[in-house]
T-cell receptor, first 111, second 113 residues
Framework: TQLLEQSPQFLSIQEGENLTVYCNSS?????LQWYRQEPGEGPVLLVT?????EVKKLKRLTFQFGDARKDSSLHITAAQPGDTGLYLC???????????FGQGTTLQVKP | GAVVSQHPSRVICKSGTSVKIECRSL??????MFWYRQFPKQSLMLMAT?????????EQGVEKDKFLINHASLTLSTLTVTSAHPEDSSFYIC?????????FGQGTRLTVV
């Protein structure tokens, strides 16, 4: 089983602040995905990173895949209350399609 | 994107009874679906892989006789929590994959009293 550690587990910040959450493992992944889950709903895919060192941007969200493809980070610039949610990373199994999620980072952005 | 629908969204049942949760792919066919369980303020834990026309594959530590999975058609998988107890109270979510993206149902909040 591939173990993914996400940090921090909980983060409460004020609107307008920047933040970074991390997803680390000792395993090498062919690709890794980030999802966001809002309370009472299912997760929604944000991004898939595939290439070591890859950087992808989604508006105020910047995702980076480590050079060795063992870790990833998500940076949010000028956080908004709408960014509140549970952020989950998971390596994607190309064979089965199943996802084993990290522990997640619960983000609360206060107005 | 693809749509996965779960029903019911909330259910309260008495201890000892069984509860069935449905997961449907509305605009695509899914030979494989996945069932997850989520406790408050925690991540999603994969319970099992539901395979159309064959037996489900359960993750380690998940009781297959407790959580019965049936995937009788290409658009429907069901999870039945048998002889439910209060410790089975949780948020259950299903998903199906289209290409590289997993689409999740809205989840089912199960409360066993």
């Amino acid at each position: 089983t591939q173990l993914l550690e996400q940090s921090p587990q909980f983060l409460s910040i004020q609107e307008g602040e920047n933040l970074t959450v991390y997803c680390n493992s000792s395993s090498v992944f062919s690709s890794l995905q980030w999802y966001r889950q809002e309370p009472g709903e299912g997760p929604v895919l944000l991004v898939t990173v595939v290439t070591g060192g890859e950087v992808k941007k989604l508006k105020r969200l910047t995702f980076q895949f480590g050079d060795a493809r063992k870790d990833s980070s998500l940076h949010i610039t000028a956080a908004q209350p709408g960014d509140t949610g549970l952020y989950l990373c998971a390596p994607r199994s190309s064979n089965t399609g199943k996802l084993i999620f990290g522990q997640g980072t619960t983000l609360q952005v206060k107005p | 994107g693809a749509v996965v629908s779960q029903h019911p969204s909330r259910v309260i049942c008495k201890s000892g009874t069984s509860v069935k949760i449905e997961c449907r792919s509305l605009d695509f066919q899914a030979t494989t679906m996945f069932w997850y369980r989520q406790f408050p303020k925690q991540s999603l834990m994969l319970m099992a892989t539901s395979n159309e026309g064959s037996k489900a594959t359960y993750e380690q530590g998940v009781e297959k006789d407790k959580f019965l999975i049936n995937h009788a058609s290409l658009t429907l998988s069901t999870l039945t929590v048998t002889s439910a107890h209060p410790e089975d109270s949780s948020f259950y979510i299903c998903s199906a994959t289209v290409g590289v993206e997993a689409f999740f149902g809205q989840g089912t909040r199960l409360t066993v009293v």
